[in-house]
């Protein structure tokens, strides 16, 4: 059975002592190379978002 005692222990920010470069996971945020989830879902096609965590930028035309 889930009590409330465990929910709070598995929502406590925890530091695993690794980083990434790619994506940051924040409560009710996520971001990948600085971009916003939903800023790159409504504005860029699978291809750019594959070329930015490739390469770290939104390609140029």
């Not at 291809?47 to 930028?57: A, H, K, T």
């Amino acid at each position: 059975m889930i009590t409330e005692e465990l929910l709070k222990g598995m929502m406590k920010s925890q530091n695993p002592g690794w980083k990434t470069a790619i994506t940051k996971v924040e409560p009710n945020h996520l971001s990948t190379r600085g971009y916003s989830q939903e800023d790159l879902i409504e504005n860029y096609s699978f291809p750019e978002m594959v070329y930015l965590l490739l390469q770290g930028s939104i390609p140029r035309e």
